[in-house]
């Protein structure tokens, strides 16, 4: 059996540097606190608490002089503003692309445009975005974009990890209802890269097992796509959801892990794969 492993399998480099900055703080502070979980990924969350990074649901639950760090996927103005009226220590780990996209927004906004993004309902990335702006709406699937009325001008971004494919039947039917439209394609490289890789992989093996955390969007549209090319794919959160019956018949494994699972965990279930497969061998990296 031979094992095909997305090259970049795992944490994207915004979510990579966002958890290395919380181990960071909690280590130098001995405690660092979070509205949310930093990645969707259970494992990790838990990881992290035990090394003195929180979950709270609010900044009156951060005890004083202790640091509050905003996550990777951005954050709204408001708690931007109240965290600096109460002179809270923030660490700030938004990844540069959620801040290029809320550039984005406010430019098209500042042409007057009806500003539309394409997004995940209530995803924290897709609000930290919406409200950079006043007015802005979220469309999630071209369904929703049918209902829209006719507008004259409108500025259109996407979530960072949105298919692309999503985004372009949403834009083709924006097409047919806004006179003068803008489209800023902010789906970011280290998704649109993700996704180019596992369509081609999961084309060329005979089954294809994504890692990832089923709370998790990302990885969840990693599965999607493969699952459209190859109907032997497998979610998987860990190496405990592994069957031995999907690997009969099979000569060729492709893996790939959404941007919230952690190299341990792939490493884990890598290893899991070559015990079952008998494979002795280095698995190939898949560009
Ligand atoms: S998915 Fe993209 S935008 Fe989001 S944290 Fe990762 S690199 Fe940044």
Known sequence: MKILLAKDAGYCFGVRDAVNLAYETAKKEGEVFMLGDIVHNENVVHELEEA??????????????????????GTVPDLWKESKDRVMDVVDATCPLV??????????????????????????????????????????????????????????????????????????????????????????????????QIKSLSEICDIMIVIGSFTSANSKRLTELAKIRNER??????????????????????????ASTPDNI?????EKIKLIGKVSEEELVYE
């Open 266 to 270: 792939i490493n884990d279930v890598l």
């Open 233 to 258: 794919t497998f979610q998987v959160t860990s190496v405990k959801d592994l069957d031995i019956d999907w690997f009969q018949q099979t000569d060729t494994v492709g893996i790939s892990a959404g």
């Open 52 to 73: 003195g990074v929180n979950v709270v649901n609010s900044l009156d639950q951060v005890p004083d002089n202790k640091p509050i760090l905003f996550r990777a996927h």
């Open 99 to 196: 801040t290029e996209i809320h550039e984005e927004v406010k430019k098209l906004d500042s042409e007057d445009r009806k500003i539309i993004i394409i997004g995940d309902h209530g995803h924290d990335e897709v609000n930290g975005i919406k409200e950079q702006v006043k007015n802005a709406i979220v469309i999630a699937n071209p369904e929703e974009a049918m209902q829209l009325r006719k507008m004259k001008k409108a500025g259109v971004v996407s979530q960072s990890t949105q298919m692309i494919e999503n985004v372009q039947e949403i834009i083709n039917i924006l097409m047919t209802k806004v006179f003068d439209l803008r489209f800023v394609n902010t789906i970011c490289f280290p998704t649109r890269r993700n996704h180019e």
